[in-house]
């Protein structure tokens, strides 16, 4: 997490962060990796959003896919201004 703080997102106000619901991904486990004040530091931007724990997102996802494949992937658009508009 420091490190989507400080290298890949340094100028980013609030990183969105989805995630499982493993019992080690919390706010918690910063302040047993670093001092308070570093892990307070890094918690002031992060917002954590965690997946449904009795619905499987990946089957929505998978929905998803499949309704892009038939409506979109399955054939050649020649016109960009069909894929812009």
């Not at 080690?24 to 307070?40: D, M, R, V």
């Not at 998803?64 to 409506?71: C, S, T, Y």
Request: hydrophobic share 40%; aromatic share 8%.
């Amino acid at each position: 997490m420091r490190e989507l703080v400080d290298v890949h997102y340094p100028d980013a106000a609030c990183i969105r962060v989805v995630q499982d619901n493993l019992s080690t991904h919390s706010a918690g486990a910063l302040y047993e990796a670093f001092p308070p004040a570093e892990a307070k530091r890094i918690l002031r931007r992060l917002e954590f959003h965690y997946t449904p724990k009795h619905a499987s997102w990946l089957n929505m996802v998978d929905i998803e896919i499949g309704v892009l494949r038939g409506q979109c992937l399955d054939r050649r658009i020649d016109d960009s201004g069909r894929l812009i508009s």
